[in-house]
């Protein structure tokens, strides 16, 4: 089935806690390449049908409207999975 | 009087709010998320708890129930409405208060029992107290940091709407040590804190009178009575 994936992250401005949790273990697991993570959210919309501009709009809306809040997240990518 | 109060899956305070409700000498009935039904309250609380696991964010998908579409129209026609830590949340996310509640900065869930100021005492949820009144009231959250952009805290400190504010210790690095907000109207105000935790002598927080003796959060339920009285 064809799929929609929306990406969204925390604001870049704000701290991320849970992030900054696994930064901080991967600084104690050694891994001293990594000096920061930010944590978001991946979700993967199945489509009934071929994907079209029209269902990409109305996943970039679902995206703005309901996958994030826009006071502390953005939608950094909708786009069909291939 | 009749308060309602919304019954979520995931709530956890439904009954708590219902006891706070009745000390206070009004009559509580509980609503269910998936109707479309106020059957006709006089005011609504959103009590806390964990509203769908707090899947997505906390409260958004609770934000969206049936009984919200009621609940949004009966607050912009002016029905008290008052938002308790996952119900303040529900209230950001239906975007009835501005601004939204993220991770505790310091990681961790926290329990303690709070000191906060009411910073505003007009709203309906608050006649009863003096400004500036300091009280305290449990506090029980992972999510309760308050952010807002600059613009957004400058209009709630300019025009009033911080209800309430953490005094001695900012227990998740909310902005401004912003324990709660109202709405300009002041029917709506939602807060991280539990009034309704701190109700009953024997249950509430420690007061220097008596171990768990404190009851500061009876006025919220009190105040509210007195508004649709008179």
């Given at each position: ?72 997240e ?9 | ?100 509640l ?25 006649t ?32 009033g ?28 105000v ?18 220097e ?22």
């Amino acid at each position: 089935m064809p799929t929609i994936v929306v990406e969204v992250m925390p604001k870049a401005e704000l701290l991320d806690p849970a992030g900054k949790a696994v930064a901080g273990a991967l600084a104690r697991l050694g891994h001293t390449s990594f000096t920061n993570v930010r944590i978001g959210k991946r979700f993967e919309l199945t489509v009934e049908g071929p994907v079209t501009d029209a269902t990409l709009a109305q996943a970039q809306t679902i995206a703005e409207e309901i996958l994030s809040n826009q006071v502390i997240e953005d939608v950094t990518a909708v786009f069909e999975a291939k | 009087m009749r308060i309602g109060v919304i019954t979520f899956p995931g709530s956890l305070d439904d009954r708590d709010a219902q006891r706070a409700i009745s000390l206070a000498g009004a009559e509580p009935v509980a609503l269910w998320h998936g109707e479309h039904d106020l059957h006709g309250v006089d005011a609504i609380v959103l009590p806390g708890g964990f509203s769908y696991g707090d899947y997505l964010r906390c409260g958004a998908i609770a934000s969206h129930s049936p009984i919200m579409a009621e609940v949004i129209d009966a607050a912009n026609k002016g029905m008290p409405v008052l938002g308790i830590c996952n119900g303040f949340q529900m209230l950001v996310e239906a975007h009835l208060l501005p601004g939204g509640l993220i991770r505790n900065d310091h990681g961790k869930f926290v329990r303690r029992d709070q000191v906060i100021r009411v910073e505003n005492n007009t709203t309906a949820w608050t006649t009863d107290f003096t400004a500036g009144e300091e009280i305290v009231i449990p506090l029980k959250n992972g999510e309760g940091g308050y952010i807002a952009s600059d613009e957004t805290l400058k209009q709630l400190e300019g025009d009033g709407l911080v209800a309430f504010r953490y005094m001695g210790v900012n227990p998740n690095g909310s902005l401004n040590d912003i324990a709660g907000l109202t709405n300009p109207r002041g029917n709506v105000v939602g807060l991280m804190p539990h009034p309704e935790h701190a109700v009953e002598a024997g249950f509430g927080p420690n007061t220097e009178v008596r171990m768990r003796s404190g009851v500061d959060g009876l006025k919220f339920f009190t105040s509210v009575l007195e508004g649709v009285l008179s």
